[in-house]
C-alpha cells in the first residue's frame, strides 16, 4: 500500500503532545488564504524552485531527461512546463535549491521509520501524528499506518481540517488516540471567503468525533480582517461539545511567502499580522477547555 507525502518531520513539539514524528500528506481540498503548506495542497507531485539557494552546480542540468533546467549568462533557468516531476533533480541537488513535494511511500518502507524514536515518544509522552495537506483523503493507507502503530503500543494523532467523508473517519478513529481539528470560522460565508468551500461538514463531522467519545484539541487560525470576527462564534459552538481537551489560537504568520514563489503559485497570504492585544483576546475567549 502506498501514499503520497510530503515530509516527515521529526522531533515535532506543536504536532500533539510529547516529542512526536509528524508525516505531512499531499493534498488538501481547501485553499485557505493563509495556507502556509502551499507544497501540500496540490494532490500531484511538484517540484520547487528556491532561487536563492542556487549554486549553479550545474547537477540538475545533466539529470533531467526533459532539459528542464539550464544556466544562461550564469543564471539557473528552470522551465517548468517541461518537468515531468520526477524528481531526479532534487536527489542531486547540492543546495537544496530544489526540493520535490510529493514522493509516493510504501507502509512496509514508513513504519519502522516512524518507530526509530520510539524512546522518544515513550520518555515525553508522545507519539506520531498524521498531518497534511489533508492524510484523510488518503484514509485507508492512514488507517492501515495507525492501526500498525497502535500496535507497536505508539501513541497516535490526526491533524485534520475535517472537510472529508465521514467514511474517511469512521476508517481511523478505531486506531487514533486523539484528533486534532482546525476549526477556521463558524459563519459558512466567511469560510468560504476565506478557504473556498462551506463549513457545514466540517462542523457536523467535529459534533460526530465528539459523540463518539473521541478526545479532540481543537486549533483556531487567528486571521485578523478574515476570521477575527469568528472566535466568540467558535467558542459557544465548542461549549456544546463534551470530548475537547484543549483549544490552541495558531497566529497567522507569513513566513511561506518562499514556498509560494518556489512553486509557482499565486501568493494569497493576507498582509495583516495579528498583535500581541488580538491574540490574547482570542486565547481568552477560548481558554474554557484548557
Not at 542556487?54 to 528542464?68: D, F, G, S, T, Y
Not at 537544496?96 to 524514536?117: Q, R, S, T, W
Not at 461539545?241 to 514556498?259: C, D, E, M, W
Request: contains cysteine; glycine residues 6%; proline residues 3%.
Amino acid at each position: 500500500m502506498k501514499a503520497r507525502i510530503f515530509e516527515i518531520k521529526r522531533f515535532a513539539v506543536h504536532d500533539g503532545d510529547g516529542i512526536r514524528t509528524t508525516v505531512f500528506f499531499k493534498g488538501c481540498p481547501l485553499k485557505c488564504l493563509w495556507c502556509h503548506n502551499p507544497e501540500g495542497i496540490g494532490f500531484e507531485s511538484r517540484l520547487a524552485y528556491y532561487k536563492h539557494k542556487c549554486m549553479l552546480c550545474r547537477e540538475c542540468v545533466k539529470i533531467c531527461p526533459q532539459n528542464a533546467h539550464k544556466i544562461e549568462n550564469g543564471i539557473h533557468i528552470f522551465e517548468r512546463d517541461k518537468c515531468l516531476s520526477c524528481g531526479k533533480c532534487a536527489d542531486v541537488c547540492l543546495a537544496n535549491a530544489l526540493i520535490f513535494y510529493g514522493k509516493e511511500v510504501d507502509i512496509e518502507e514508513l513504519v519502522p521509520i516512524l518507530l526509530e524514536d520510539r524512546d522518544f515518544y515513550e520518555n515525553s509522552g508522545g507519539g506520531v501524528t498524521l498531518s497534511g495537506g489533508e492524510c484523510l483523503c488518503q484514509a485507508d493507507f492512514c488507517a492501515e499506518l495507525l492501526k500498525r502503530l497502535k500496535n507497536e503500543g505508539i501513541d497516535t494523532a490526526a491533524d485534520t481540517c475535517g472537510f472529508v467523508t465521514r467514511e474517511a473517519i469512521d476508517k481511523v478513529m478505531p486506531y487514533t488516540d486523539i484528533f486534532l481539528y482546525d476549526v477556521k470560522a463558524f459563519d459558512e460565508d466567511v469560510h468560504i471567503k476565506c478557504t473556498g468551500h462551506s463549513n457545514k461538514q466540517i462542523l457536523e463531522n467535529l459534533k460526530y468525533i465528539d459523540a463518539c467519545g473521541k478526545k479532540i484539541e481543537v486549533r483556531v487560525p487567528f486571521i485578523p480582517e478574515y476570521n477575527s470576527g469568528q472566535i466568540e462564534k467558535i467558542a459557544e459552538f465548542l461549549k456544546g461539545l463534551q470530548n475537547i481537551t484543549k483549544v490552541r489560537v495558531l497566529p497567522y504568520h507569513n513566513f511561506a511567502g518562499s514556498k509560494y514563489e518556489s512553486l509557482d503559485m499565486e501568493n494569497t497570504l493576507p498582509k495583516k499580522l495579528p498583535d500581541e492585544a488580538e491574540i490574547k483576546k482570542a486565547e481568552e475567549l477560548l481558554d474554557f477547555a484548557e
